[in-house]
């Protein structure tokens, strides 16, 4: 390529072993000598005879058509025939041999330039290779030059057609002489039968068209890897399923746009793909008649709403007469489409400023009809009640909040199809070359369970705007209001199962960060006076650095500023104006419009934006930057030391990324890192570094937060967390600085707890899945221009994929090989001996089985139990994780060595070592431990979750932490 690309000179194939791409060329000797005895050590007893029968159109009918088996390679007495005359012969295998993959040689080639290839397209019938191979025996001296496995066809064949069937003729020859060459197998014929005739036995290679996973799977073994985790292959059931439901040509349709979809192609791509199938397979008649228009007429084509708005005062233009080109708002000059006045009238005019709408009935009509989701709704409905019924006050979910139980008592959720929602919006950046952005309106159904709640399928996107800076608010969420209020007051009729349900939405709770939230409410920005939406606390601006700094001080519990009330809002908002605000609001807000929505309880504080990307980050900073080393919190000296710390953590698999060199990355932490830090990493790290009273403070911080984030909060506990978060707020400005108390250590320290007591734990209404469909959403998009229909007609066209059946991903989900009666085992077992138990375990065993049974037990690596995944140290596929370290049974904490089948009772078993726990003087979420001797057996049954181990090897410090949830980031992907 270089010769060719720099020097213009022709490129000259390499003489060197020429016989790889000339068949006509001998192999060496050694070479094929070495080939022959490797394909014979792969495989054992491979020495598959075949037998011989004469064309019987050529017999006179009272011959025995059979002759000697013919042994192929792989055992050593070579191939050779006798017979010198000139016959036609078919190819069939012995009955007393078992056919196998390796065991599959049946070419014999002799002089590959007397042979042609046969044709391909009699052999291809209905799905089946089903054509018989004739041989002819040639009275040449040539040697033989090949044998040749093959995948479908057998090469350099030559066809000839006899009555009955039709042989495919090769050479065989009299002499002698070494094989020349041996090619392996690339790919596995799907799978072989072999079917009866009247004088044969002829081989079948059937391709599968049934539900027959097992022939065709292939167990993977426990090899030593850096992978995570197994990816299993999607069974064909749920397509059969699928496919019995509806038409064969609407199933082929949606399955090529469900892949489409799944890997983001563009339009231009997805055809080019459906042509180029049509030609590869011009004789396929359900390829042929692909039509791509034909294919998009299976998806529902609901019509996008778009609302133009003047590009210089932001008042709509008339959504109901296109023909209207002049703003109507007094002294405005502005004009409704792109181009100057002459433009106005073209067919193809543009809108110069516009944000599109979708019809958020269909597609939630869509997401309660996907298969499902409406007995997922009623589950969780159903466990609402029932902790309501119960007098249960702890905070499992958002609907054990109390304005949510509001609405269960004698609200809106008496009826039992009604559901609620909560939106969030936010920037994204187009194009990194560009200002262009993003501004999508997402709905979230706060009646599924979390995972399918906050998963990217599930997610509603009700609107979105593009263009430079941020939309006009007040318009965009006056109409965005005007939506949802249609599906408050009228709903729709949703039909499931031969069932229809009336069905109500009610928008209640809002999630976004700061500079958004103050242009939604319409009023002051963080650094203002009165920022905070929950109370009235002005602020006051302090000195900070060169410059000042909105400061909101902490204040004891009897002098903290008045809460707001959403009537004093309103009325404020109704008296306000940019030229003079009113605790802080400058006029209406579009949000305002929504019926029976709170504008205090409504907006909430998002963690991700205020703790994870506000106030950690911030500490960080404090810590880290070179800007303040004079100050005594400083300790970027010892960033290098710390870094080296935090990389030795192996984390599980739930949390997504692993551990960073802090040095270099700190200020380009994403929020999930952030998270991470926060909950596990800090603390640890900084010990020995950060001095005492700044590290107490952070670890009421860490220990708050981690309280908040439970999926279990008890009275007691919420009632600690806000003392915790309160204290880290009163010592924040006499440590860090006073104007270091912003709006986010405000919001932190101050409201936090009570929103909690509202809405439930912090992760139900957090902007962490919304940013990942973010992501999502740019992936789907392709061009320069204006991309809003594109984005969401692809959330549309996913929608109805998904509601008549078919996936839109494959699912990262380990592949089962055995049901025990207590977990799922995933993986190879291998049979254990007992001379490999250690004592402590045999006794151990011999107490839970009995002793008979000891030699009926193997050995695994992975279970599933309960839906959790379990790993034993032994599995070395994970390199970079721990998820070995376990609480198990009665709050004890043990390290897997490895599980324990017994036949006997098909039931599962842990062997563990345990781990102590050490006495500390402060009770937090970090438990220092350190290693026992005593080994344990118990029953996987008892493994209740893994935990986060964190082994300090400088200092020798281990901790376990336990996750305060099980809806990590990454479930919600």
Request: charged share 25%; aromatic share 10%.
């Amino acid at each position: 390529m270089h010769l060719h690309g720099v020097h213009r000179m022709t490129p000259v194939r390499r003489e060197k072993k020429k016989y790889k791409h000339d068949k006509t060329e001998s192999v060496p000797r050694s070479t094929a000598y070495r080939w022959e005895r490797k394909k014979s050590g792969e495989c054992a007893n491979t020495s598959a005879k075949w037998i011989l029968f004469r064309d019987p159109s050529s017999t006179t009918g009272n011959e025995d058509l059979s002759v000697d088996p013919v042994e192929l390679p792989g055992n050593d007495s070579g191939s050779r025939l006798d017979d010198s005359k000139t016959e036609k012969f078919v190819v069939a295998q012995e009955k007393t041999t078992d056919l196998s993959f390796s065991e599959l040689l049946p070419v014999l080639c002799s002089d590959t330039s007397k042979t042609t290839c046969g044709t391909e397209e009699k052999m291809l019938l209905d799905g089946e290779f089903s054509n018989t191979y004739g041989l002819k025996k040639s009275s040449s001296n040539a040697s033989i030059h090949s044998v040749q496995d093959f995948e479908t066809v057998p090469p350099n064949f030559t066809s000839s057609d006899s009555e009955d069937t039709e042989f495919l003729d090769f050479n065989l020859p009299d002499t002698d002489d070494s094989i020349h060459s041996v090619h392996d197998f690339e790919t596995e014929p799907p799978n072989f039968t072999s079917s009866d005739s009247e004088d044969t036995e002829f081989l079948d290679f059937n391709l599968p068209d049934t539900d027959d996973a097992k022939s065709l799977d292939f167990s993977s073994s426990d090899s030593d890897t850096d992978s995570d985790h197994d990816t299993a292959s999607k069974s064909d059931a749920d397509d059969l399923e699928c496919h019995l439901d509806m038409p064969e040509k609407e199933y082929q349709a949606l399955s090529l746009l469900s892949c489409f979809l799944r890997n983001q192609f563009s339009a231009s791509a997805s055809k080019d793909i459906v042509e180029t199938l049509r030609e590869i397979f011009p004789k396929l008649k359900e390829i042929n008649t692909l039509n791509w228009d034909e294919m998009l007429s299976h998806i529902d084509n609901t019509s996008l709403k778009e609302i133009h708005y003047c590009e210089l005062c932001t008042k709509v233009f008339p959504v109901e007469n296109e023909n209207v080109f002049h703003c109507q708002s007094t002294d405005c000059e502005g004009l409704r489409y792109k181009g100057p006045l002459r433009n106005q009238n073209k067919t193809s005019r543009q809108p110069r400023q516009s944000f599109v709408f979708a019809d958020v009935g269909k597609q939630l009509t869509d997401l309660l009809q996907t298969p499902g989701i409406w007995e997922d709704i009623q589950a969780t409905k159903k466990s609402a009640f029932e902790r309501l019924n119960s007098g249960s006050s702890i905070l499992t979910d958002i609907v054990d909040g109390q304005e949510y139980r509001k609405l269960m008592k004698d609200g809106f959720l008496k009826e039992s199809e009604n559901l609620t929602a909560i939106f969030n919006t936010d920037g994204v950046n187009l194009y990194s070359s560009s200002k262009i952005e993003l501004w999508p309106i997402f709905l979230a159904i706060n009646e599924l369970s979390p995972p399918k709640r906050f998963s990217r399928e599930n997610i509603l996107l009700a609107a979105m705007w593009q263009g430079k800076g941020k939309p006009p608010f007040h318009e965009y969420f006056r109409e965005f209001s005007s939506h949802l209020n249609a599906l408050y007051t009228n709903g729709v009729e949703v039909f499931i199962d031969d069932d229809s349900f009336h069905v109500k939405l009610k928008i209640i709770c809002g999630i976004m960060d700061l500079p958004a939230k103050a242009e939604l409410l319409n009023m002051s920005y963080f650094n203002g006076p009165f920022p905070c939406i929950t109370c009235e606390e002005e602020g006051k601006t302090v000195k900070q650095g060169k410059g000042t700094a909105r400061c909101l001080p902490y204040r004891s519990p009897d002098d903290r500023s008045m809460e707001r009330r959403h009537e004093v809002v309103i009325e404020n908002m109704r008296s306000g104006s940019p030229k003079s605000r009113s605790k802080g609001f400058k006029g209406k807000s579009g949000i305002s419009y929504l019926k029976d929505f709170d504008l205090v309880s409504g907006i909430v504080p998002d963690y991700m934006h205020g703790v994870c990307l506000g106030v950690t980050k911030t500490l960080m900073c404090k810590w880290f930057s070179s800007k303040g080393k004079t100050n005594e919190f400083f300790i970027g000296n010892h960033i290098e030391e710390i870094s080296r710390r935090m990389q030795q953590f192996k984390p599980p698999h739930s949390i997504e990324r692993l551990p960073r060199n802090l040095e270099k990355n700190y200020q380009h932490f994403k929020a999930t890192e952030l998270q991470t830090w926060l909950l596990y990493y800090a603390y640890p790290c900084l010990q020995d570094f950060l001095k005492d009273e700044y590290l107490e403070n952070f670890l009421c911080l860490s220990e708050g937060i981690h309280i908040l984030l439970g999926n279990a909060i008890s009275e007691e506990s919420l009632t600690k967390a806000k003392g915790l978060l309160q204290q880290f707020y009163a010592s924040f400005a006499r440590l860090y600085g006073e104007g270091s108390s912003g709006l986010n250590i405000h919001n932190t320290g101050s409201h936090l707890c009570d929103f909690v007591k509202l809405w439930g734990p912090i992760w139900c209404w957090s902007c962490f899945p919304f940013e990942d469909i973010n992501a999502m959403l740019l992936n789907s998009v392709h061009g320069t221009g204006v991309v809003l229909k594109q984005a969401m007609k692809y959330r549309q066209a996913q929608l109805c994929i998904r509601r008549k059946g078919l996936e839109l991903k494959k699912c990262n989900s380990w592949k089962v090989n055995y049901m025990a009666s207590n977990c799922a085992v995933a993986g190879a077992m291998q049979v254990l001996q007992q001379h490999e138990l250690e004592d402590s375990v045999k006794a151990n065993l011999i107490n839970l089985l009995q002793e008979n049974f000891l030699d009926k037990l193997k050995k695994l690596n992975r279970v599933v139990v309960n839906e959790k995944r379990f790993y034993s140290e032994q599995y070395t596929r994970m390199q970079k994780r721990i998820c070995t370290v376990v609480l198990f049974r009665n709050n004890e904490i043990g390290k897997i060595k490895y599980f324990v089948f017994c036949n006997y009772t098909d039931s599962v078993y842990a062997v563990l070592q345990k781990l102590e726990r050490i006495p500390e003087g402060q009770e937090n979420h970090y438990i220092p431990v350190t290693f026992s001797q005593e080994i344990v057996v118990s029953n996987v049954e008892n493994l209740i979750e893994v935990l986060v181990y964190l082994d300090l090897q400088d200092v020798n410090r281990k901790y376990v932490i336990k996750m305060p949830n099980g809806y990590g980031h990454a479930i919600f992907k």
